[in-house]
């Protein structure tokens, strides 16, 4: 274990694995690769203290602690109130770490060591962090109970390739959906996870809104607002549906089964459920943004712009690549797709989950029309 310095605070750890992968579980885990994650984490805090004045942050998979202490400190800073933290990890030498590394950055905070399984009902935060190894769902739908009316849940998810199709047998037993390994496999992860966690919550009673997610390198991050209501937890199923998809084609049909089912048709790929609404909330982007600006978030910053221009548009982002496959046809380039896609007065974005994928409002049965004059 070691001394390391993560934002403004210093705490113990052992640095996990080579490079950006999840790497290996023992000692008292620290990933460098997920400082983003944690960033926005504290940015999300920051931005719920101006909402709802001092808050909790509870640290539920506290590891080494380093994600609540951040919280607590910048959070605290570049907020409006103070952030308390409870930490909870199953590990002696992890929640002996946090209460040396507590004390090193003058920091008060809850510490536990236990099983978070049998203490969420104990605690009840404003703000509950979900940072396990490998799938969130196990934790859920229990943890909802420690997240207060009105609060936030983020969850991170680092099971990518069953929610990505390499695995669907595993995705479709973890989270009750189909995936598959289509060209836009990181957007169908993404909503796979939010369709899941929808669901598991409405089953309770309980509203999640998605505010902000994504999908970077090797994990999944989602950040939910958290409201008991019927009503709501209703409505927000109605946005949850699967999608078809015509092998060979580029031909996208989204079946509604929360509003009226449907047969898949035999050449059709059936993907789902999961959520076709906003993965990202406009207002919470622009809220975060100036934060991440003062706070010198940079990487932070990049993200929620790029996250920003997706805002608006259908789901599922095209590969040019693919879409040139389907089409017997030579890849553009992306300037090309752009403007093809805008002279036929139709909208373009990039999109955060590949450099070499874009978004648009045209119909995807008229995509080969548009950019290469064909009929397919
Ligand atoms: C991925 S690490 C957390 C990393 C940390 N949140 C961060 O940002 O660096 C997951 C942690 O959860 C702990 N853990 C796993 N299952 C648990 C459980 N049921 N209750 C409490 N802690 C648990 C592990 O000991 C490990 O430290």
Redesign the pocket.
């Known amino acids: 274990m070691q001394w390391i310095k993560e934002g403004d605070v210093e705490f113990l750890a052992d640095v996990s694995g080579e490079g950006r992968g999840p790497g290996r579980r023992s000692g ?4 460098p690769a ?1 400082r983003l994650s ?1 960033d926005l984490t504290v940015l999300f805090a920051a931005y719920q203290t101006k909402e709802r004045g001092e808050i909790t942050f509870f ?6 602690g ?2 609540g202490m951040r919280v607590m400190k910048e959070g605290g800073q570049i907020g409006e109130a103070g952030i308390n933290g409870i930490f ?4 002696e030498e ?1 929640v002996e770490a946090i209460k040396n590394s507590l004390e090193r950055n003058n920091l008060e905070g809850v510490v536990i060591q ?4 049998k203490l969420f009902g104990e605690v009840r935060a404003d703000f509950l ?1 979900i ?3 490998g799938s969130p769902a196990q934790f859920l739908p229990e943890a909802l109970r420690s997240v207060k009316h009105g609060g936030i849940l983020a969850i991170t998810a680092t099971d990518t390739a069953p929610l990505s199709g390499t695995y669907p047998s595993t995705c479709l037993r973890r989270y009750m959906a189909w995936s598959h390994k289509v060209d836009f496999h990181k957007e169908t992860a993404l909503r796979i996870l939010l369709g899941y966690a929808i669901r598991i919550a409405a089953s309770r009673e309980i509203a999640l809104t998605p505010l902000l997610s994504y999908y970077r390198d090797h994990y999944l991050r989602a950040f939910f607002r958290v409201e008991r209501s019927r009503s709501r937890a209703r409505e927000l199923l109605r946005n949850v549906a699967h999608l078809l998809l015509k092998r060979g084609t580029l031909i996208r049909r989204v079946v509604w089964i929360y509003r009226g089912g449907w047969e898949t048709p035999r050449d059709f790929i059936l993907l789902g459920p999961m959520w076709m609404a906003e993965t990202s909330r406009i207002s919470v982007l622009k809220r975060l943004s100036p934060l991440a600006e003062m706070g010198g978030y940079e990487e932070a910053l990049t993200l929620l712009n790029a996250l920003k221009d997706e805002v608006g548009y259908p789901p599922w982002y095209f590969e040019v690549n693919e879409v040139a496959r389907l089409l017997y046809r030579e890849p553009l380039s992306m300037e090309k797709v752009r403007s093809r896609i805008e002279e036929e007065g139709f909208r373009f974005a990039r999109t955060h989950y590949s450099k070499s994928a874009f978004k648009t409002d045209a119909p995807p049965d008229f995509l080969g029309r548009i950019l290469y004059g064909v009929e397919r």
């Open positions: 008292v885990f620290y990933n997920m944690r640290d539920a998979l506290a590891g080494s380093v994600r909870v990890d199953l590990e992890a236990g099983d978070v399984l962090d940072d396990p190894y």
